[in-house]
């Protein structure tokens, strides 16, 4: 049969099949390989004697936190109280590319916005849009819903965006407060922190202390380069350009020009900065 791991606890591993969850262990062969099952994994197992056959190829991985195949991460970004992070906003989403994840944008305390205000901000996410990202309010729940569906999807974001009364509304049997979300799942003080995906609908969603310290040290510099996805746009003279210190760089013109925004490529030159190889 075939299921996806759900939660490792030592050497079980939680199986989720047609809504049913067995508890498994691995076959000696899968260890010999090098091969280390993970949150996320799809596998064939056999349910009679509770044993993972084969972990089947990934479509991707995460270091920190140790989960696969994610299908599409949701960046919690707060407009205001906090306000908006466009710095964190573009290392998630440089994260996310790096690891081919669909990148969802949703937008929090919207509210909270003068008119003024609103125009300006709305005029940068508007850029994010073109860009080909989508862009939600946390005000569509049932449209977030239905993101969801037949999706393990990982939500992340700024500290105090929103993402625990966001879950609260996406699945009211947690039926807690604000705030309480992570002790309820086994995030409390004083519990062992698991990776863990769980079922809303016909989709999963991650539930993990999530990607706080992004570490993009391991990523060559090329990589992040492109991870900056308008920069390919933009054909430079030479391939290897970082759109840095080069001359004839499109990319630099591009940004003088006003074509790309001019605090996206700041916090690129920051990302090579901070993680040269």
């Known amino acids: 049969m075939?299921?996806?791991?759900?939660?490792?606890?030592?050497?079980?591993?939680?199986?989720?099949?047609?809504?049913?969850?067995?508890?498994?262990?691995?076959?000696?062969?899968?260890?010999?390989?090098?091969?280390?099952?993970?949150?996320?994994?799809?596998?064939?197992?056999?349910?009679?004697?509770?044993?993972?056959?084969?972990?089947?190829?990934r479509k991707n991985f995460f270091n920190r936190p140790l989960v696969a195949n994610i299908d599409q991460a949701i960046l919690v970004t707060s407009l205001k109280e906090p306000n908006l992070s466009l710095d964190l906003l573009d290392k998630l989403i440089s994260w996310m590319e790096l690891h081919h994840t669909k990148i969802i944008i949703c937008l929090t305390k919207e509210d909270l916005l003068t008119k003024e205000e609103?125009?300006?901000i709305f005029k940068k996410i508007k850029y994010y849009q073109n860009l080909g990202y989508m862009v939600i309010s946390n005000t569509k729940i049932k449209d977030i819903k239905k993101l969801l569906e037949h999706k393990t999807t990982v939500f992340t974001g700024q500290t105090g965006?929103?993402?625990?009364t966001l879950l609260n509304k996406l699945n009211p049997n947690w039926n807690l407060?604000?705030?309480?979300?992570?002790?309820?799942?086994?995030?409390?003080?004083?519990?062992?922190?698991?990776?863990?995906l769980f079922t809303i609908g016909s989709g999963k969603v991650l539930d993990t202390p999530g990607f706080s310290a992004l570490?993009?040290?391991?990523?060559?510099?090329l990589e992040l380069r492109d991870s900056f996805i308008e920069f390919k746009n933009y054909q430079c003279p030479f391939k290897d350009c970082m759109h840095l210190n080069e001359k004839q760089c499109n990319v630099k013109q591009?940004?003088?020009?006003?074509?790309?925004?001019q605090s996206r490529y700041r916090h690129y030159q920051k990302l090579i900065n901070t993680n040269r190889r």
């Open 2 to 57: 075939k299921g996806q791991i759900v939660k490792i606890i030592r050497n079980i591993h939680v199986v989720e099949c047609n809504h049913k969850k067995y508890n498994c262990t691995c076959r000696g062969k899968i260890r010999n390989k090098n091969i280390t099952p993970l949150v996320g994994d799809y596998v064939t197992f056999d349910k009679d004697n509770l044993v993972i056959e084969e972990v089947l190829k």
């Open 118 to 120: 609103k125009e300006e």
């Open 161 to 164: 965006a929103g993402k625990s």
């Open 177 to 196: 407060k604000t705030g309480e979300v992570s002790k309820a799942l086994g995030r409390g003080r004083h519990t062992t922190r698991v990776v863990e």
């Open 215 to 221: 570490d993009f040290k391991n990523f060559p510099a």
């Open 254 to 261: 591009a940004v003088e020009q006003g074509n790309i925004l």
